[in-house]
Nanobody
Framework: QVQVVESGGGLVQAGGSLRLSCAASGRMFSINDMGWYRQAPGKQRELVATITNGGSINYVDSVKGRFTLSRDNANNTVVLQMNSLKTEDTGVYYC???????????????WGQGTQVTVSS
């Protein structure tokens, strides 16, 4: 299995910033896409930002210009810098890792446990 370890999250005022980090590790897996999803109260989980192993980044429209996703440490760690936070950014944020087994030649998604982000007005 691929282990997904998240850090960050917390409580901030609107207009403030938070930094989320996610590190993926595992034996016999090649890590491809990585990114973040979030689930607001009473809503379904949605994509926030993803980055491919080729460096292509996709953001949901509502965070463009405010959030920045980067990939570090030999492409096994991603950092989501969240600036100008809004109350509607509140939710549980989950790190997503798509990896391919080098032993069995299949791909699957792995998820972090989720970290709470709360933006107060």
């Amino acid at each position: 299995q691929v282990q997904v370890v998240e850090s960050g999250g917390g409580l901030v005022q609107a207009g403030g910033s938070l930094r989320l980090s996610c590190a993926a590790s595992g034996r016999m897996f090649s890590i491809n896409d990585m990114g973040w999803y979030r689930q607001a109260p009473g809503k379904q989980r949605e994509l926030v930002a993803t980055i491919t192993n080729g460096g292509s980044i996709n953001y949901v429209d509502s965070v463009k210009g405010r959030f920045t996703l980067s990939r570090d440490n030999a492409n096994n760690t991603v950092v989501l810098q969240m600036n100008s936070l809004k109350t509607e950014d509140t939710g549980v944020y989950y790190c997503n890792v798509r990896a391919r087994s080098t032993l069995r030649s299949y791909s699957r998604d792995f998820w972090g446990q989720g970290t709470q982000v709360t933006v107060s007005s």
